[in-house]
């Protein structure tokens, strides 16, 4: 029987530092990109708007894949803990007469 849950993974700093940036540098070309393009203002305005679109909904499916990825676990412990009980209740010899 596993006594030791499973350790709670987290980001290291550095790790954190480095998605922020790249984060920020391909926002940064994205907007020097639409901004240089040779078009007329509603052609930058469509492509600056799709591309607030396409971050946010970025950010929304990182959010439900991770709160998915959670509730697994969450289940999976939940199911661990329910038979870990029916084996510590569970007497062998209490049907035996």
């Not at 591309?51 to 499916?61: D, K, M, R, Y």
Request: charged share 15%; proline share 5%.
């Amino acid at each position: 029987m596993d006594t030791n849950p499973t350790p709670h993974q987290t980001n290291t700093t550095a790790f954190f530092v480095q998605a922020a940036l790249s984060f920020g540098i391909a926002l940064l070309g994205l907007i020097w990109a639409i901004w240089s393009l040779p078009l007329d203002p509603w052609a930058r305005g469509f492509l600056a708007m799709t591309s607030l679109f396409l971050v946010s909904s970025c950010f929304s499916l990182a959010k439900v894949i991770r709160d998915s990825q959670e509730s697994q676990y969450l289940a999976a412990r939940v199911d661990q803990a329910r038979v870990e009980k029916l084996l510590a209740e569970h007497d062998p010899f209490r049907g035996a007469a």
